[in-house]
């Protein structure tokens, strides 16, 4: 899953998806921001607009995007074990 590009503790997991150990406890959140990926989904799960989660944490659609497509990445590659 995507390239991984280290600037300094901080890895970019995905583009515009970043995880850093002193940011949230390594959490992946939007790059320049302190905001979880796992927050937007939240949102955006409970009801709220691409634009209302952009507009009350100051992100770019983009920034929504990103997320949305990092989680769709992360679940399409989950191997699943049947009992």
Do not use: W
């Not at 937007?40 to 989660?53: C, F, N, P, S, W």
């Amino acid at each position: 899953m995507g390239v991984y590009v280290s600037i300094n503790s901080m890895r970019e997991i995905a583009p515009k998806i970043v995880i850093d150990p002193k940011i949230l406890g390594g959490k992946p959140v939007i790059k320049g921001t302190r905001v979880p990926v796992d927050l937007i989904l939240g949102k955006i799960a409970g009801g709220m607009t691409i634009d209302e989660v952009a507009y009350e944490y100051d992100l770019k659609e983009a920034d929504i995007l990103a997320a949305i497509r990092y989680a769709q990445e992360i679940i399409s590659s989950e191997n699943l074990i049947y009992a």
